[in-house]
């Protein structure tokens, strides 16, 4: 007898666990497969790892600004990268126990194989030759992404990595190229720059952080040059040719060839979603030429009771957002009616040294959406809680749509880079989604002294009154 579940996820990553989670909450009967390890993408290669040795670097800067605190450091910090690696390895491992616990604890049936999507929502599940079938009233695929590999850089796990193999190394190479300056790129090389290496970025476009508001990607520029990162932008990266020990880099720059030997190479140039690897023979789900599962403002695919979530669709590739999507698409199932996500106030973070996080238009796409603007910025120089910690740099953004008596009223985004700015986006990401005036922002209290209070201060000077503004 096939065994039938409300709900069948394939794909145990955020959008696929957290639909499980959310499901079975709600009294779904609920399946997961899962070729790999529940926790996906995030837990084990992507997120989570990247952010634990990131606070190894932060460490780092931190007793290396003991000094300044009148705190004696007898000798220059050295870094043991395989005590770190140990403990990013025990906070996965507790993760991915209490995930399994969770799941369990909601009863929730782990598969463990390749799930294959057939016709009628039938499941195959292949795991060392053998098969069983299941059927899901409701069929969820979240089955992610892969990093994106450039021609000519063919990943050896020596001199040539992606995140995949990066997030694993236990020794800080002395030179490295990484290429692509979004998120992980630029991750990665403030990393590995607080951890001695000396770092070229090369990024194709004119400018990092490709998404992000100007003033923004310009801080973190100044910042990354001043600590001897040195940006390329605008390239061409073209090959390279070495060695398992070293090699050497080539890159034109407006025609003009380049070259730099490097002990190794990280390319981060964007994740490939893996729209083909849950089978779909015949079904209707439809998957374009970059590899995404077409879906529509629902989730839904084209075949009956199938919808996809995470980063196998077009929308932002965030754990945040496939949470987001696998909770929705439960809702949708349970036929709540959700309110559809817009991907274009999600809350983003990015854990370079200086921190970004942003959510909502930046000045840019507001005025290419057509909404006339009123912009504050207050520097983090002037907080007092940034002077108290010793991390001065880095701004808060605020864009606020001019209504009809030329006042500033809705907020439309907010743009932070600075000290711990991650954790002070949530105010700011409620005030885009709730779709907030400045007046209504600015008549809360905000807490003193705080990082976050520079939030208020930005809001409130746009209505026209601030304190130090
Ligand atoms: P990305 O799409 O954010 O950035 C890739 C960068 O590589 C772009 O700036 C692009 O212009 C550049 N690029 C592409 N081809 C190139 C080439 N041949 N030569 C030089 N530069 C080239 O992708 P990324 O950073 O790999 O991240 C993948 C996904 O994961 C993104 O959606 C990202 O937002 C997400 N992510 C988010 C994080 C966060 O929010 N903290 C952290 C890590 C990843």
Partial sequence: MT??????????????????LYGSAAGLKVAI???NKIGGTCLHVGCIPAKELLETASVLRSVRQAKDFGIAISQDPVIDLSISQNRKQTIIDQL??????LLAGREVTIYSGTGLLGANRKIEIQQNGETEVIQGTNVLLATGSTPRTIQGFE???KTVMTSDEFLSIEETPDRVAVIGGGAIGCEFASLLNDLGSSVTLLESLDEILPGCDKDISTAVRRSFVKKGIDIQTGVQVEGHEGDAEKTTVSWSDKGEANQREVDLVVVAVGRK???????L???????????????????RTKEQGVWAAGDVINT????????????????????ESPVSIDPSTVPWCIYCDPEVAFAGLTEES??????????????YSGNGRAMIIGETEGLVKVIAETDESGKAGRILGVHMAGPLVTEQLGQAYLAVNLEATVDEVANHIQAHPTLSELFGETVMSLTGRSLHG
Avoid: M
């Fill in 3 to 20: 065994k039938n579940y409300d709900l069948v996820v394939i794909g145990g990553g955020p959008a696929g666990y957290a639909a499980a």
């Fill in 33 to 35: 497969v899962e070729e």
């Fill in 96 to 101: 991915f126990t209490g995930l399994n616990s």
């Fill in 155 to 157: 990943i050896d796990g």
């Fill in 273 to 279: 979603p893996n729209g083909h690897t849950a089978g």
């Fill in 281 to 299: 023979q015949d079904t209707e789900v439809v998957v374009d030429e970059k590899g995404f599962i077409e879906v529509d403002e629902k989730l």
């Fill in 316 to 335: 932002p590739q965030l754990a945040h957002v496939g949470f987001a999507e696998g909770i929705f698409v439960v809702k949708e199932i349970l036929g």
């Fill in 366 to 379: 507001a005025k290419t959406a057509g909404y006339k603007v009123t912009i504050s910025k207050h520097r």
